[in-house]
């Protein structure tokens, strides 16, 4: 067999299936060369680290020989034992070698039984079959890869005609598996709780088959294979779990949101040197995986790409839509302004109603094809009937074109509406239908929701049928189910509703009518308050004029009162500057109104002083203050006044404006009472002389009988001793009783007030009637608020005070009795107290005790109590007052705390 032949051979073992023939064949030319009658060509498989039998017949076919069988470093033939069909047998090998790269390469094994060929023979076979095992299979491999890289543009078509990710995904990974020559291919993407494994499946057509496996059934190793960069890996452990199958080589290759996974190198029907993917595969794998991720990101990106387009049309679409619905709705506005400026210029309520109608029918303007009018009536609670405005005639269309062409031939607007609202008179059959109609709106879905909650409704034929029976009574009146109800809306009410429809034209009211109902509800509310605000305010001003005339009136008959008041009236201001001041204050002070006005009180005269300060505490206190006979010195005269000052309030009683001061002279009455008083004092002083005519008569009456017995006795010593000292009694009571006369008629005499403790003066008169007390076997008790109580005073005219009644009680007291004497601290005074057991004085008398020359004595003159109330009222601005007990009687006497300032002095 010559060398092409035998090379033929060979690379039929490589390329077809195998048959027994080749190897028959290979083996029959082997021998014949050799002189062997068995033989045998192995293959090295570097991978596994064996020599494969391919051809002959000295082992079988495919069957393994290690490759230790035989060292590397022996050249020609070597016998070596080894183990045959046949038993353990001698043999001879020779190691295949070939020079590359300065190197040797080992490429197979040549093994025989015996030889007889000549040494050039055997060395020239050598190097030829050297030559064929090393040039076959690498001419095989690069045409199978050359096929692989040719197979590769059906990527590329894939990959541009690919319409969406899924074909994508079903055709790339039937593509690359069938390039890879792959058993099976997957695709794995992490989710929740799991993994989401893709695999082809060839059923009628390719699909791919998705599965879900849970993490919780996997180990960890399958999980370490889907981290990190592209991989390549032999006899993985683990992968079953997530696979389903029995993995000897894979492919890992990373993709965005996922792993491709080629699984097992389909077996061959001929021979193949690697039965595994190696690194060509894994190259291919891992740029076609690249050139996936672009093509999804490509479809991905067309895919979003033709959305946007999609969405560009919708928007341009709906964006024409929207600038036609703006300039249909900028038509609007400015109707709206029309209609509102329109309104804003009537001042009447009922113009104001038809202007509101006729702005929302009108075709140049709002073009409704009817408005219904009802208005609110406070007192029924109820919705009334007034206006429907719209076509009625049968021939609509040539109505309405009356109507614009009315409107058209006004420029402005706003007049057409003022002027058509004037003279328009709303009596028509629509109107008829409906005038002073009652439509209660409780309980009703529609207008309840209009009136107490201020809203716009739009109804339509489906929302009607969810509302019943409820809004049936509109729909009949209306004869439509399309229509729009309109509250009018003020500040704080609603005024009534409107209702719009499309009556005739069957044009449905759209939601984006609503704002600009809205604007029509708010401004018609407005415009409606306005007008009636206005038709208020005209009478207002009609009643503010007649009551002007009215408080004029009132203020000139209030001048005029204020001027000819027999009082003089002097009005302050809350600074104490005067603000009124009346004809008779003019002439009790000299001074005319213009000239006093604006000054202060304490201007007129120096008594004003206090009477100023007495109407800044009116003010403080808010209540009148009420002064008799005051002095005042006007130029060189003095005149006597009965003052009253008053706060003088608004008209609301809530804020103090200044007092009021009334001044009556009372001059000519204070002289008539001093005058009064003399005359009394005179009938006094002749009742003092007869009482003390009567008291000076007794003792005298006992000096004349004394006398002459001592006349008629003046021999006798004894005798006139006895009368001599009777005499002197008498004479010492006459004294006391002149005494006493003299004191309480004198006039009243300066005082030389202090600051002393009223306490040890009570001790102090102890003191002196302490024989007496204990005469009669009196308990005398003294109780104090604290041990120094100080009173501002003289102390010699209160000893005085304390001494009378100390010495009534002792002889109001039976033998044995008690006697208290208290001195208690008040809030604003001191109190002394003086009881005594005994008979409780009756009442009759009682008010008669303080009466002068009053006695329930034999002997006395009745002045001294008299005297006590002169001292302690008069002379001290105190108070003296008799009580009476269930066992006894008690004298009281009060007198004012003492200031601080006196206090300060009394540290001095």
């Not at 230790?68 to 080894?82: S, W």
């Not at 609007?332 to 302004?337: I, P, Q």
């Not at 107490?452 to 439509?480: Q, W």
């Not at 000096?703 to 002459?708: E, H, N, Q, S, W």
Request: glycine fraction near 6%; proline fraction near 2%; include cysteine.
């Amino acid at each position: 067999m010559g060398a092409r032949r035998f090379c033929n051979a060979l690379l039929n073992i490589f390329e077809s299936e195998y048959k027994e023939e080749f190897s028959r064949e290979i083996a029959h030319e082997l021998c014949g060369v050799l002189g062997a009658e068995r033989v045998s060509l192995c293959l090295l498989e570097k991978s596994k680290g064996v020599y494969r039998v391919i051809a002959g017949n000295l082992l079988p076919v495919f069957s393994k020989v290690p490759v230790m069988l035989l060292p590397t470093d022996r050249e020609g033939a070597v016998q070596i034992e080894l183990e045959t069909s046949t038993g353990t047998e001698k043999v001879y090998g020779i190691v295949l070698k070939r020079e590359n790269n300065n190197l040797q390469e080992i490429t197979g094994l040549l093994l025989f039984d015996k030889y007889s060929c000549a040494p050039e023979d055997l060395a020239r076979l050598v190097e030829d079959l050297e030559y064929f095992l090393w040039v076959i299979p690498r001419y095989e491999h690069s045409k199978m890869y050359l096929e692989k890289y040719r197979s590769l543009w059906i990527l590329t078509r894939i990959f541009e005609e690919s319409r969406t990710v899924d074909e994508l995904l079903k055709e790339f990974m039937f593509a690359v598996g069938e390039i890879l020559e792959a058993e099976y291919t997957y695709f794995v993407r992490e989710v929740a709780g799991g993994f989401e494994v893709k695999n082809l499946v060839l059923e009628r057509e390719i699909t791919l088959h998705t599965r879900f496996v849970p993490t919780e059934i996997l180990d960890s190793n399958p999980l370490k294979y889907l981290k990190g960069s592209d991989k390549m890996v032999y006899k993985p452990t683990g992968l079953e779990s997530l696979l389903g199958t029995n993995v000897k080589s894979a492919i890992f290759t990373k993709a965005e949101d996922g792993w491709f996974i080629f699984v097992n190198k389909r077996a061959k029907k001929h021979y193949v040197q690697v039965k595994s993917f190696d690194s060509l595969d894994f190259e291919i794998a891992r740029d076609a995986t690249r050139r996936y991720v672009l093509a999804k990101g490509r479809i991905e990106f067309d895919i979003k790409l033709k959305h946007e387009v999609e969405k560009l049309k919708q928007l341009q679409e709906s964006y024409e839509e929207l600038i036609e619905t703006q300039r249909e709705q900028i038509r609007k506005m400015n109707a709206v302004h029309y209609i509102s400026q329109a309104m804003r210029t009537m001042y009447s309520v009922k113009n104001v109603y038809k202007t509101l109608l006729l702005g929302l029918t009108s075709g140049r303007l709002l073009g409704y094809n009817r408005a219904l009018l009802l208005v609110y009536d406070e007192k029924r609670d109820v919705l009334v009937g007034r206006m429907w405005l719209g076509p009625e005639g049968e021939n609509v269309e040539e109505e309405w074109r009356k109507a614009n062409m009315r409107a058209m031939r006004y420029a402005d607007v706003v007049q057409y509406l003022r002027e058509e609202a004037m003279t328009l008179e709303i009596r028509n059959r629509l109107t008829e239908t409906i005038e002073n109609k009652i439509f209660p709106y409780k309980a009703h879905p529609i207008l309840e929701r209009c009136i107490l909650r201020k809203k716009i409704f739009i109804a339509n034929e489906k929302v009607l049928e969810a509302m019943g029976l409820g809004a049936a009574d509109l729909a009949s009146l209306l004869g439509t189910k399309d229509f729009a109800v309109i509250p009018l809306v003020g500040r704080d009410s609603t005024f009534g509703v409107v209702i719009v429809d499309n009556f005739y034209t069957k044009r449905s009211i759209k939601e984006s009518d609503v704002e600009i109902l809205k604007l029509i509800s708010d401004s018609a509310g407005l415009a409606i308050e306005t007008a009636i605000n206005y038709e208020e305010l005209r009478n207002k001003t009609l009643s503010l004029e007649r009551q002007k005339s009215t408080i004029e009136f009132l203020r000139e008959f209030s001048e005029s009162v204020l001027q000819n008041m027999s009082s003089a009236i002097v009005v302050l201001d809350r600074e104490g500057r005067i603000t009124e001041w009346n004809k008779k204050a003019e002439l009790y002070f000299g001074r005319t109104k213009e000239q006093v006005l604006g000054s202060e009180l304490d201007t007129l005269s120096l008594e004003s002083e206090d009477l100023k300060e007495l109407c800044f505490q009116c003010m403080r206190i808010k209540e009148e203050i009420t002064l008799s006979n005051y002095l005042i010195t006007v130029g060189a005269k003095e005149r006597y006044f009965d003052i009253k000052i008053t706060p003088f309030w608004d008209s609301e009683k809530i804020m103090l404006r200044g007092v009021i001061i009334t001044l009556d002279d009372v001059t000519e009455r204070v002289n008539l009472e001093k005058e009064r008083k003399k005359q009394e004092k005179l009938a006094v002083l002749g009742e003092m002389a007869a009482r003390v005519a009567h008291e000076l008569r007794n003792p005298v009456s006992v000096l004349g009988g004394f006398i002459k017995r001592l006349e008629k006795n003046q021999g006798d010593e004894e005798a006139r001793k006895r009368y001599i000292k009777i005499i002197s009694e008498e004479i010492l009571r006459l004294e006391n009783i002149v005494n006493e006369i003299l004191d309480f008629s004198r006039e009243p005499r300066s005082l030389e007030f202090r600051l002393f403790d009223i306490n040890k003066l009570i001790k102090d008169v102890y003191l002196l009637l302490e024989e007496k007390i204990k005469e009669k076997s009196i308990l005398f008790m003294f109780e104090t608020d604290k041990e120094e109580m100080n009173v501002y005073g003289e102390s010699a005219r209160l000893k005085q005070v304390a001494i009378n009644l100390l010495q009534n009680a002792i002889e109001a007291t039976p033998a044995g009795g008690k006697i208290l004497v208290e001195t208690r601290e008040g809030l604003d005074n001191i109190v002394v107290s003086v009881w005594n057991e005994g008979t409780p004085i009756p009442k009759d008398i009682a008010e008669k005790l303080f009466v002068p020359f009053f006695t329930t004595k034999v002997h006395g003159t009745g002045l001294g109590l008299a005297i006590c109330k002169k001292i302690v009222e008069d002379e001290h601005g105190g108070k003296i007052y008799h009580e009476s007990t269930e066992d006894g009687n008690r004298f009281v006497f009060e007198l004012k705390k003492p200031s601080e300032l006196q206090e300060v002095d009394l540290e001095k």
